[in-house]
């Protein structure tokens, strides 16, 4: 049986387990994209009536403060303008899934996929050449193809 997502319960805390701390670039990614799917998973559930009101209103153009945590990322890891709107992108990819699987079905069951992004590779096999912001992306890529499994194939 799938219950709503609801704020303030111990599924909603799941999606924390998201990205490890670090200074890694996948921990790093790990914790943009922690930081995002909280911001998706609050004001979707709150407009959706599933949580109490309150926070703070959309912005128009960047509701969930995608522009504000790619930069802060491209600042961290010293990219220079093409990977930050590489960064950029990724990100909005990211957040755009997380609030189409949320909307979708509101249910713990989300929750725990969310969480399970932990186990996405947190570095990528290190190719010769690869930039901190190539292993960023490749972080986020890597958790997109896992929301976007079917959840209930169990033949792998």
Request: charged share 20%; hydrophobic share 40%.
């Amino acid at each position: 049986m799938t219950q709503p997502i609801g704020i303030g319960g111990p599924r909603f805390n799941a999606i924390n387990a998201v990205g490890q701390t670090g200074t890694t670039p996948g921990a790093l990614a790990g914790q943009a994209m922690t930081t995002l799917a909280n911001r998706v998973a609050g004001t979707v559930t709150r407009a959706l009536g599933l949580a109490p009101s309150g926070g703070s209103p959309l912005r128009a153009g960047d509701a969930y403060g995608i522009e504000g945590v790619a930069r802060d990322l491209a600042a961290t890891l010293n990219a220079g303008p093409a990977d930050a709107g590489r960064l950029s992108r990724a990100l909005h990819d990211f957040t755009s899934e997380v609030a189409s699987l949320v909307a979708a079905s509101p249910t713990s069951d989300v929750l725990d996929r969310l969480s399970g992004l932990g186990n996405a590779p947190l570095d990528p096999d290190g190719r010769p050449g690869m930039s901190d912001s190539d292993k960023v992306i490749a972080t986020i890529d890597s958790a997109l193809f896992q929301l976007r499994e079917d959840p209930t194939r169990v033949g792998r």
